[in-house]
């Protein structure tokens, strides 16, 4: 399953949490919501949704488990309407767990008619929000806990003990004490920190260079400028914002984990 270790992700097999469930079936699961929660972890919401939408056909898998009917290939899309059927059979399947029929499908629902319904699934034209990242992974939270408390044989004390500890750093790199944020990692360069704390809100120019190692102003802003003009940031209104480019900075260099 996967598992998170000092910030870092990686894939072990441990004890199944899903107990009754068939190996191949669990880890994607688990690789899909462990993306959910990376992403949000670097506030990278624009595609959240369609993380979702991916999550939900992970569950749909396992319903054609349940259901005893051929899963669906990996990388092969689930039509449309066959969704809907898979969806319909679990609600009324009464061998199948009663929360599972009652919310897991609902939420699953949700999940598929949210990426449809906000356009997410294709490219262009698409601005995603917080709101709408905190939904899904909400909601991914509690399909998790549901599916490892029913076919893990867990309570749900302990199935959510498993899912926190899933994708979340034990240490964060921007450290709060009484309301102010610092860097708590000593190796990264003027860059780096600029990105990290870029990574979890938009700032303002004296907010970056007052968190920062480099004392020297002039220097300070060519390399905010540098930044600019790499694409690595974008500033408006007097604050600057995280793009894609700086996004991917992080994730390579594992800026957010020790």
């Not at 906000?118 to 991914?140: M, P």
């Not at 004392?215 to 408006?236: D, L, P, Y």
Request: hydrophobic share 40%; aromatic share 8%.
């Amino acid at each position: 399953m996967f598992l998170e270790n000092n910030g870092k992700i990686f894939l072990k097999r441990m004890a199944k949490s899903l107990k009754t469930i068939p190996d191949n079936l669990e880890d994607s699961l688990f690789a899909e919501y462990v993306e959910i929660k990376r992403r949000f972890q670097l506030n990278d919401c624009g595609p959240s949704q369609l993380n979702g939408g991916r999550f939900a056909e992970a569950v749909l898998r396992i319903f054609q488990h349940l259901l005893d009917i051929p899963i669906t290939p990996p990388g092969q899309d689930i039509k449309a309407a066959e969704k809907t059927t898979i969806i319909n059979k679990v609600t009324n399947d009464p061998v199948i767990d009663e929360h599972v029929r009652q919310k897991v499908t609902v939420l699953t629902k949700l999940l598929l008619d949210f990426r449809n319904n906000r356009n997410v699934a294709h490219l262009g034209g698409f601005s995603a929000n917080k709101i709408d990242a905190s939904f899904v992974l909400s909601s991914a939270n509690w399909i998790m806990a549901e599916l490892i408390r029913v076919y893990g044989n867990y309570s749900m004390d302990e199935a959510q003990a498993i899912i926190d500890k899933i994708a979340v750093p034990n240490y964060p790199v921007i450290f709060e004490i009484e309301g102010e944020e610092f860097i708590a990692r000593e190796d990264l360069l003027v860059k780096q920190e600029i990105l990290v704390l870029l990574s979890k809100q938009k700032r303002d120019i004296e907010f970056l260079f007052s968190k920062t190692k480099d004392n020297n102003r002039s220097r300070f802003n060519k390399t905010v400028e540098s930044m600019r003009v790499e694409k690595f940031i974008a500033v408006k209104d007097g604050f600057y914002h995280l793009l894609p480019n700086g996004i991917k900075e992080i994730q390579a260099k594992s800026l957010l984990s020790y």
